[in-house]
């Protein structure tokens, strides 16, 4: 995560899967009382956990779908 103050779009929806394309739901993990997204498509592996609010897992999510989109540039 590179800043707290960085804008995490809107927060009302999740954002897209960055290997699939699927909605990828951002939610509270009530085990562990932190946010995890992880993706609904059966054979993709993406996903990710504690974090310690619903928008930083957004961020962290997007973050990961810019560097996923940078490796095969």
């Known amino acids: 995560m590179t800043n707290s103050d960085?804008?995490?779009?809107?927060?009302?929806?999740g954002w897209t899967c960055p290997r699939c394309n699927a909605?990828?739901?951002v939610?509270?993990?009530?085990?562990?009382?932190?946010?995890r997204w992880e993706c609904p498509v059966d054979d993709?592996?993406?996903v990710g956990?504690?974090?310690t609010s619903r928008r930083r897992a957004r961020i962290a999510l997007?973050?990961?779908r810019e560097a996923y989109r940078?490796?095969?540039r």
Do not use: K, L, Q
């Not at 960085?6 to 929806?13: F, H, L, N, V």
């Not at 939610?27 to 946010?35: G, K, P, V």
């Open 6 to 13: 960085e804008y995490a779009g809107d927060m009302r929806w």
């Open 23 to 25: 909605d990828v739901p």
């Open 27 to 35: 939610h509270r993990d009530d085990d562990s009382e932190t946010f």
């Open 44 to 46: 993709c592996p993406s």
């Open 49 to 51: 956990f504690g974090f």
């Open 62 to 64: 997007r973050e990961y």
């Open 70 to 72: 940078n490796i095969y």
